[in-house]
């Protein structure tokens, strides 16, 4: 049958002349990337008192002293082993962002990585976590999406060793990354304090491209060189610069992590619109309608604690776009990120545009 291949699978033609057909990953998913995430307040919700004791009675102690964990939603969980030594631990995977599975898997390991750059830790050992419908889909897909997600590791001098994988109706595809940080110099949500500026290391833009590439097959170079640039540069420009507080953007968009930090350190974030740097092509991706759900959820929940000032409409959009490996947001100056805010002594919402 015309447009699928011999499973029954969607498919686009790969090249002219060529004879062959390129499944498309993106249209084995009901999303794409971290626009897949539970919305944050029902996450917030699901993960409130976990940790509360039973009963009141006391829980066994673990070892080693958590540093870092659920109570401010921080990128990865730090446990402190000894005065100079932490463990950071972190898990992240998701649905195709993109149609080529050696970039998937490309882009899904640099966002697994990320949370651990975003602590302030540098990964080294991670397993991957693969979902497969190894009915629907050819098997050397899957081998192409791990290979990328082996490539990237590698750049990151981060061992891979094994992992998990299920069948399942839906192709899935991350890692879970322990690394190790110095506990006297991590990078915190909750580390943001009146007076410092806020700077952005990649652009913004990757959720709407991803959402017009999956809706349209056309492909955009710079939005999957942003996906696959590592965070580790950042992260470690941001410690040697003094920076003591730090997040990802990801799937909450700029502004749910920016009301996330803001939250957690006490203060308010005033954004400089003007400032946030974008992707070609974002804008008009939003004005064509490429918008996902995880984007407008996001919105929604950072809406009654924002102050938008003159800004509305796409601008809002824009910021609340709900990214895959995005960059970090510091708090602090770093070489060669552009400043887009800052931090000020709270009051009125938590977040504030101008």
């Not at 993960?47 to 004791?53: E, P, S, T, Y």
């Not at 998701?94 to 390991?109: L, Q």
């Not at 590698?154 to 299920?166: D, F």
């Not at 490429?290 to 604690?305: F, I, K």
Request: contains cysteine; charged residues 20%.
């Amino acid at each position: 049958m015309k447009g699928t291949t011999e499973r029954g699978v969607p498919a686009s033609p790969s090249s002219p002349g060529s004879g062959r057909e390129t499944v498309r990953l993106t249209q084995y998913a009901h999303g794409g990337g971290c626009a897949c995430k539970i919305p944050p307040g029902e996450l917030e919700a699901v993960v409130a008192g976990l940790l509360d004791a039973p009963d009141g009675r006391a829980l066994p102690s673990p070892a080693g002293e958590l540093i870092i964990g659920l109570d401010d939603g921080d990128d990865a969980a730090v446990v402190r082993i000894d005065g100079d030594r932490a463990i950071v631990a972190t898990a992240d995977f998701f649905t195709p962002v993109v149609d080529a599975p050696y970039d998937w898997g490309r882009i899904a390991a640099a966002n697994a990585l990320s949370d651990v750059y975003a602590v302030g830790g540098e990964p080294v050992v991670a397993v991957n976590l693969l979902g497969w419908p190894r009915e629907r889909l050819p098997m050397d897909l899957a081998k192409e999406v791990l290979r990328g997600g082996l490539d990237v590791a590698r750049a990151a001098a981060c061992h891979v060793a094994g992992g998990h994988s299920v069948d399942d109706p839906e192709p899935k595809y991350g890692m879970a990354v322990t690394g190790l940080a110095d506990p006297g110099r991590l990078l915190r949500i909750d580390g943001g304090r009146a007076g410092l500026p806020i700077s952005l290391t990649k652009p913004l833009g990757i959720g709407v491209l991803n959402t017009r590439h999956k809706a349209t097959g056309e492909v955009f170079p710079e939005a999957v060189a942003a996906m696959t640039t590592l965070n580790r540069d950042a992260s470690r420009a941001a410690l040697a610069a003094g920076a003591g507080c730090a997040t990802d953007v990801t799937g909450f968009g700029l502004l749910g992590h920016l009301y996330k930090l803001a939250r957690a350190s006490g203060v308010t974030a005033v954004v400089d619109v003007a400032a946030v740097p974008y992707l070609e092509g974002a804008r008009e991706a939003v004005r064509d309608g490429y918008v996902s759900g995880g984007t407008r959820r996001n919105l929604a929940w950072v809406e009654p604690r924002l102050d938008p000032g003159r800004h509305g409409g796409e601008d809002l959009l824009l910021l609340a776009d709900a990214q895959t490996a995005g960059g970090l947001l510091v708090a602090g100056e770093i070489p060669g990120a552009p400043v887009i805010g800052e931090l000020v002594v709270a009051g009125g919402r938590a977040l504030r545009l101008r």
